[in-house]
């Protein structure tokens, strides 16, 4: 078992008991999210009680897509534009 699948494991084996309130909420999975929906995932990852083995696995993992916990890929409207416009 590698690291990451270990901590995907750990992260879904916790989520049965702790259902997260992203599950299911098409705004953490956007291609394309605006600096307030980044706000509304934001608040919502800092009251989840999965945030900590959320965390360790997006470390371990770097998600290439989604709204998540030290995921700096989740493409904001604003990062895309700095990125095109330099
Ligand atoms: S920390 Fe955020 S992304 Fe991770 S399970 Fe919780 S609500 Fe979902």
């Known amino acids: ?10 992260l879904s084996l916790a989520m049965i008991d702790n ?27 800092a009251t989840c009680p999965l945030f900590d083995l959320c965390s360790q696995y997006a470390e371990i993992d770097r998600p290439k897509a989604g709204y998540g916990p030290g995921n700096d890929t989740a493409q904001t409207t604003s990062k895309r534009r700095k990125r095109t416009n330099g």
């Open 1 to 10: 078992m590698t690291r990451a699948s270990a901590a995907y494991e750990r």
């Open 19 to 45: 259902p997260p309130e992203c599950s299911g909420l098409d705004l953490f999975t956007a291609d394309d999210l605006s600096s307030d929906d980044v706000d509304v995932c934001a608040s919502i990852c």
